[in-house]
């Protein structure tokens, strides 16, 4: 009698183990989650696909502080990554990914004292970038760069003197 009480009860619990089992896996190739882990969201929109958020501001033009923030800054080799770039600041700012040499300090890139490109530094080696026009105060816009190799990168207000004003942050692609 002890042991016919157990049959219900272990073939309820098989059954709901397969319901949640059945509820948590998904056959669909793009689906959309958000985790978080150690304060940084990374939200994932299909396989390979990383959404990093940059917050580009300034509290007072070129005569305050300005920044330029990545969530997250790391993501793994071969990812779609799409750029949501926010303006929060006063002033125009843009976005621009650019891959570093081996060894380059994002600290320490060389600003264009003459010509054309005065007060920036080089895009030599842009990778992607919010584009033209430079956004506005409170706009927002996407870039989006594919199939990133493993890797130091920065990104970068190129906006004259910007980018000596600390509008920059470095972006690591990590092996696969």
Partial sequence: MFRNRFIPITAALVLGVSLIAGCSS?????SSSTTSGGGVAVTTAA???VTVNVTVSDTKGLDG????T???NTVPAGSTVNFVVKNT???EHEAVL??????????KLTVETSGADIDKVSEDNNIAETGDPNLAPGESRTFTASDLA????IVVCNIAKHYAMGMWAPFTVTPA
């Fill in 26 to 30: 998904s056959t669909k190739s793009s």
């Fill in 150 to 153: 493993a890797g130091n990168y």
């Fill in 98 to 107: 650019l891959k570093l040499d081996a060894g380059q300090d994002p600290a």
């Fill in 65 to 68: 502080p300005m920044t330029l």
């Fill in 47 to 49: 396989a390979g696909t």
């Fill in 89 to 91: 600041g006063t002033i």
């Fill in 70 to 72: 990545l969530s997250p």
